[in-house]
């Protein structure tokens, strides 16, 4: 919790405003007291309010000694005229009480005096300077002056987050970086998802704001860009100004990437990011929305959340490939105090991963709050496989981006490829039959684990809209559609919490 405290606050804030904000609204109440008040003092200078009346006040005085004068007129007659600061030595005076005139105490300082009309200009020229200054800060703002998005993919493993990720990475507007907080579960892996959530997030936020030096907690060595986690797979570090190896409007590769880029300094990576209009991260190491919320309010950040989910069995038949990459994230997400959980035949990392996503997708959908409505996109990865580009079409319009031409054929290319791709290909993006990938399952596990998975992800088969299978011939029957029609009014709103069956 220590580096949690110590690198989870910004170095600098500032605030975007828009015409109905509430950074407006100070803005404009900042205006008016700034120009209102120096213009009632002019016109009061000019004679406005002052009062007019025959009946003079007299100021109350305080003196600093206490003084008695008497000056003598006439001494052989008794003649004098008195005054003193004693009150009760004044009344008894009468008619040889002369009180003495006080003069205008700027005179006797010597301090100069300036015209009301003047002092009023150059009260109005420092607050105008002032407001310029408060207005001209420089912003998160991208190159043309808009406001910056940012864009959280947010998944969990093997459920096609690495396609979708290369999906924003090979735009041309975008800095994307693929699971930045893989830092944060290594260097703390002795810790559980729940707690590390925090420093989780304030990693993701000083990203998306392009402050890299979040990294110092997590890469006191840092100096290459390398040191990043799965760096070459972002197009943006392989194109200007992070690296020359590809323009910025060409598909990159990891391949070539790797050996022209690999040694260029970290801090290159802040000032691509910085030139970028769109910062998309992809993540996997969120299990619930609530702790997004500060983001979602935060003023500096424009965030829009992309929900990956994908077949809880297909997703098994994936780890169960991968098993032994996962197994570190295993038993964080287990809470093994640090053990590694390479063979999991109870499913408990799969069932965490179906409730997670039933806890995001109920937070969202069923009674979201009013911040997040219009900034949560679930998407499937079974529809992108069917239909890739009439799906990346509205992904890209759900976070401000175009389709171009180049995109498309890229696209078409790798979602249109020959089998479900090889065993070591399991977490880079190449060319594959998307549709085969997403039906591979059903082909694959024996039935037993398909009804051992339907009953721990029955609620989120449900909330989701997979048709389960209850029987080897249904599984094996690929003209049978187990993917339901999408739709919020479709929608089983099941609990969370409800019980899951014994292993």
Not at 193 to 222: E, G, I, K, N, T
Not at 294 to 316: E, G, K, S, W
Not at 434 to 457: D, G, T, Y
């Amino acid at each position: 919790m220590a580096l949690y405290e110590l690198f989870s606050h910004p170095v600098e804030r500032g605030y975007r405003a828009g015409l109905c904000s509430k950074a407006a609204l100070f803005l404009l109440l900042a205006a008016v007291l700034t120009y209102i008040p120096p213009l009632l003092v002019a016109y009061r200078s000019h004679g406005f309010w002052l009062k007019r009346s025959s009946y003079e006040e007299q100021p109350t005085v305080r003196f600093l000694h206490q003084v008695l004068l008497v000056a003598l007129l006439q001494p052989e007659q008794g003649g004098f005229l008195a005054w003193s600061t004693f009150p009760a030595f004044n009344r008894l005076q009468g008619d040889r009480l002369r009180v003495p005139l006080v003069s205008a105490l700027a005179g006797s300082m010597r301090l100069p005096r300036l015209s009301s009309s003047t002092a009023v200009t150059v009260l109005l020229l420092a607050q105008s300077c002032l407001l310029l200054f408060l207005i001209s800060r420089p912003g998160q703002l991208s190159r043309a002056g808009n406001e910056r998005v940012h864009v959280l993919v947010l998944s969990s493993w093997r459920s096609g987050s690495s396609f979708v990720g290369q999906l924003f990475s090979q735009h041309p507007d975008v800095f994307y970086l693929m699971e930045p907080a893989w830092h944060v579960w290594t260097a703390l892996s002795r810790g559980s998802a729940p707690a590390l959530h925090m420093a989780v997030r304030d990693l993701v936020r000083s990203v998306f704001l392009c402050d890299m030096d979040v990294f110092d907690a997590y890469l006191p060595w840092r100096r290459n860009l390398s040191d990043l986690f799965q760096w070459a797979v972002s197009r943006a570090l392989c194109s200007p100004p992070a690296c020359s190896a590809f323009s910025r409007g060409a598909i990159s590769s990891e391949a070539v990437c790797k050996p022209l880029c690999a040694r260029r300094p970290f801090g290159l990576a802040q000032e691509a990011c910085r030139s970028y209009s769109h910062v998309v991260l992809k993540e996997v190491r969120f299990f619930n929305l609530q702790v997004l919320y500060p983001l979602l309010t935060d003023p500096l950040l424009n965030l829009r959340v992309v929900h990956l989910v994908r077949d809880p069995r297909a997703v098994l038949r994936s780890r169960e490939q991968t098993a032994k990459a996962l197994a570190r994230d295993n038993g964080i997400v287990l809470g093994t105090n640090g053990t590694w959980v390479e063979a999991d035949p109870r499913l408990r990392v799969v069932s965490e991963v179906c409730r997670s996503h039933v806890r995001i997708a109920e937070a969202a959908l069923s009674k979201p709050p009013p911040f997040l409505r219009g900034r949560y996109l679930l998407v499937r990865f079974e529809d992108l496989a069917r239909n890739p580009l009439a799906e990346i079409r509205r992904l890209y319009s759900f976070t401000g981006l175009s389709l171009t031409p180049q995109l498309e054929a890229w696209i078409l290319n790798i979602t249109h490829g020959v089998g479900p791709g090889k065993r070591g290909e399991a977490f880079k993006t190449t060319s594959r039959d998307a549709l085969n990938v997403s039906q591979a399952w059903r082909l694959a596990l024996p039935f037993s684990k398909i009804r051992r998975v339907q009953a721990l992800c029955a609620g989120a088969l449900r909330l989701l809209r997979y048709r389960p299978v209850f029987s080897e011939e249904e599984q094996r029957d690929l003209t049978l559609d187990l993917v339901l029609p999408r739709g919020p009014s479709s929608f089983e709103w099941v609990s969370s919490t409800s019980a899951q069956p014994r292993p």
